[in-house]
């Protein structure tokens, strides 16, 4: 059974947690100055806290009933297009002179996306 509340301390955790290693990376980069294979395991350490918030996502979509499922789906199906086409125009774009669009700034339009999707089939379901 889905609990909003459950699902809210759950996804916090979890985000504390990225938080946490984003942080901790961030100063053990700065501090060791580390280079070759410890550059990279430290520079990729904060991606556990994003496993962990990709675990709770998918542990609250199960707990939920089949129209709250729909919802969520209605949403990520509008997020994946979303974020699909608004790249792929960028791409165009940059050969026109537009800078770099950076992979790191994609899942956050996703997210927004997704948070857009969500509020969409609320509304389309009331």
Known sequence: MFSIKRYGVELSGALALYVALLLGANAADQLLQPEGTMKMAIAILPILGTVAV???????????????????????????????????????????????????????????????????AQWRYR
């Open 54 to 120: 990709a675990w709770t996502v998918l542990r609250g979509l199960r707990r939920m009933d089949e129209l709250q499922r729909r919802i969520q789906f209605d949403a990520i199906v509008l997020s994946f297009t979303g974020t699909a086409l608004a790249t792929f125009a960028w791409g165009f774009a940059e050969g026109a002179g537009a800078p770099e669009l950076r992979a790191f700034h994609v899942w956050p339009l996703m997210a927004v996306l997704w948070v857009v999707g969500v509020c969409v």
